[in-house]
């Protein structure tokens, strides 16, 4: 039997907050409620979330230092970020902080659903691969293990977030090939929407400071001007 997924909603607005919750339990979903950023933050401390629903504007603890939060945290989980600010630079910047996926207010509650249940799925299906793919890699200085979710570099660990660790292994698994932002954020962030493609060029910029030996000159991921990213698999030292 499978066990009940656990979301915590935090959101200020008492009528959004009804909602969601309504449609969500509707779902199987188990929730709590959160109606500040404060009790949000000590909410999420505690652990055992499958899922984050959280607005940007709270009082108290905004939604972005919760979001930064939750990504120093060991385990991964999912977030979905609302917010009443539809500006490309909010969504850009929640994206960058962590968040998976970003909508505007107002919305469907319908839509929201759906992109709960397609995160779930994502999640899922990344679980099911590392699974499948248990072998580590290792390309010359770099190795890599699925499992362990273990990087490292000239043998010393490398400390990786877990959605730059799914970008590496992403690349890993496909060495040579050409990926397109759009195409990379379909495949490791589940979802292909247009502006949301600088979060890619974060994550890429993040992972070379931390894999190549001169992040201006790298020398695994490589940028195809005008095409995208490729991952090169170099010859073992």
Known sequence: MMKTKKLLIVEDDENIAELLQLHLREEGYEIVHAADGTLGLELLKQGGWDALILDLMLPGVDGLEICRHARTMTRYTPIVMISARSSETHRVLGLELGADDYLAKPFSMLE???????????????????????????????????????VRLRQQPVELTPREFDLLWFFAKHPGKVFSRLNLLNQVWGYQHEGYEHTVNTHINRLRIKIEDNPAEPEFILTVWGKGYKFIALRNE
């Open 112 to 150: 929201l659903v759906a992109r709960v249940k397609a995160l779930f799925r994502r999640q899922e299906a990344m679980s099911q691969n590392l699974m499948q793919d248990a072998g580590t890699l290792t390309f010359d200085r770099l190795t890599i293990d699925p499992l362990a979710r273990d």
